[in-house]
């Protein structure tokens, strides 16, 4: 289900208020967008803000019923993982 109804526009917010949106610091959400682990986010000239919908379905990929549940995905920590390459950096080049 969508935080948006329809035909109404997407709501945006700047990284402190989706922060606590996510209960997450917000060092941890820039840290997140840095790694390429967090939700997805926009650039609208200088300033960096996230849709609602977007921090709802980043949450969500991390639902479980159980301990035992694999669950649907997986939120990773905020934290750098070595790409098949070997590669540790962040993603971008």
Known sequence: ??????GASPRF???PEAARYLSLSHRTLEKHRTYGTGPAYRK?????VYAVEDLQAWADRGAKISTSDPGV???LPAKRFARPDGDLSAGRR
């Open 1 to 6: 289900m969508s935080a948006t109804p329809p």
């Open 13 to 15: 917010l700047r990284t």
């Open 44 to 48: 609208l000239g200088g300033r960096v």
């Open 73 to 75: 995905g997986t939120v």
